[in-house]
Nanobody, 121 residues
Framework: QVQLVESGGGLVQAGGSLRLSCAAS????????MGWYCQVPGKQRELVAR???????NYADSVKGRFTISSDNAKNTVYLQMNSLKPEDTAVYYC???????????????WGQGTQVTVSS
């Protein structure tokens, strides 16, 4: 079993900052990559940022220059530093990971429970 546990969400004023963390634990043979997605009611979950085990990153256009994703491979943890937050960043943020649980097992994808980020104007 694999668990992703998120922390760091909350309420912040526009222009402020938050830092999200997500730690993966359990049966992890190799962690291929991790990322953050966001979802608002009535809309599909969307990619915010992702990072591979090698350090390659991708960002949604809407967060480029404001958000930074990073990881600590030794701790199986991914971070999302969110600066210059805007009211439109308000959403539930979900951690995601591609993980191989055993040497010959297929790569599975796993989700955290979500953490609310609310940006007030």
């Amino acid at each position: 079993q694999v668990q992703l546990v998120e922390s760091g969400g909350g309420l912040v004023q526009a222009g402020g900052s938050l830092r999200l963390s997500c730690a993966a634990s359990g049966s992890i043979f190799s962690l291929i990559g991790m990322g953050w997605y966001c979802q608002v009611p009535g809309k599909q979950r969307e990619l915010v940022a992702r990072i591979t085990s090698g350090g390659s990153t991708n960002y949604a256009d809407s967060v480029k220059g404001r958000f930074t994703i990073s990881s600590d491979n030794a701790k199986n943890t991914v971070y999302l530093q969110m600066n210059s937050l805007k009211p439109e960043d308000t959403a539930v943020y979900y951690c995601h990971a591609f993980i191989r649980t055993r040497m010959l097992s297929p790569v599975g994808d796993y989700w955290g429970q979500g953490t609310q980020v609310t940006v007030s104007s």
